[in-house]
């Protein structure tokens, strides 16, 4: 299964860039995810639940950042296995570029499953693998945008002003 999008994201790219590179962003992103941990060097380990049609599983496996270009470009890699229901894996090749708003963040994602996720045919597993990959980039977009912050800030205020980074949120 294979699929891309895009989202126009109301951050710098160097926040959009920082974000992505952090478990804890990452963790609140993932649906599912009990646990993340790690850093971009060494790859992060994660513990996602999830069920796929009739199928529930407890996943343990590993994420993996290569191919960076700071600012610019990165391939996100994943493994899972889920014990009896079988395994998960897959990859999103990422790029950002500023955009008028922000930054244009393009993803294009491929996934596989083994076992019995397998057998559940592949309308419902391409089905689920969309899912996952738009409340992923939804879900991203809401952690590095943030809430808005109406109270006392200008319509014409800077990007930066208009929304509370995750930065913020996280140090808050």
């Known amino acids: 299964m294979q699929l891309s999008d895009q989202r126009d994201i109301k951050a710098d790219v160097a926040t959009v860039w920082a974000a992505i590179l952090d478990a804890d962003v990452l963790k609140a992103c993932v649906p599912g995810c009990e646990s993340m941990t790690g850093n971009p060097t060494d790859g992060f380990e994660a513990v996602v639940v999830q069920k796929v049609g009739p199928v529930k599983a407890r996943f343990t496996g590993a994420v993996t950042l290569s191919d960076m270009i700071e600012h610019q470009s990165l391939r996100i890699s994943g493994e899972g296995k889920g014990g009896p229901a079988g395994f998960a894996k897959g990859g999103a090749n990422v790029t950002l570029a500023p955009s008028d708003t922000g930054t244009l963040l393009s993803y294009e994602v491929e996934a596989n499953v083994g076992g ?57």
């Open 116 to 172: 019995k996720l397998a057998q559940l045919g592949s309308r419902i597993i391409d089905g689920f693998a969309k899912k996952m990959a738009d409340e992923f980039f939804t879900r991203f977009q809401a952690a590095v945008e943030g809430p808005p912050d109406t109270e006392d800030v200008a319509e014409d205020a800077p990007i930066d002003e208009k929304k509370k980074s995750w930065l913020k949120r996280l140090v808050s």
